[in-house]
């Protein structure tokens, strides 16, 4: 089972070559984006997230199974989908695989902010706990 997840993890990436990107710096940041924070619960709690962002999970707490839900979450959430959506993770990887289920859910305007938290943080940005 685990090489299974292991391969699906490989072959999601290697499929993301048509995601767009947006290297990941606090100036890139507008209080208008839609932002969904794809990593998990454990992780916004330790250090915050992006005013305003939505925060659905792409996987399980053990950040290595994808949430079968994170679609159907995404469209019950007050996202509107007609309009940019941007993605992000730790540090780009789940990100750019969250973008890519998007797009092949019919959300074409998808992007993933590269780089993820640890380089908006580590450039100065300063996070809300929520």
Request: proline share 2%; glycine share 6%; net charge positive.
């Amino acid at each position: 089972m685990k090489k299974i997840l292991i391969f699906l993890f490989a072959a999601i990436i290697s499929l993301n070559a048509g995601v767009k990107q947006l290297d990941m710096e606090p100036s890139n940041i507008t209080e208008d984006m839609q932002i969904i924070d794809t990593r998990t619960p454990a992780e916004w709690k330790d250090t915050g997230t992006i005013k305003g962002a939505y925060k659905i999970s792409l996987t399980k707490d053990d950040r290595k199974t994808i949430d079968e839900n994170f679609i159907e979450k995404v469209k019950a959430s007050r996202i509107n989908l007609s309009r940019p959506i941007y993605v992000i993770c730790k540090s780009g990887r789940r990100g750019e695989m969250a973008a890519k289920l998007l797009q092949e859910n019919g959300i074409n305007d998808v992007t993933n902010l590269k780089g993820g938290m640890d380089k908006l943080i580590s450039h100065g940005y300063k996070t809300v706990k929520e």
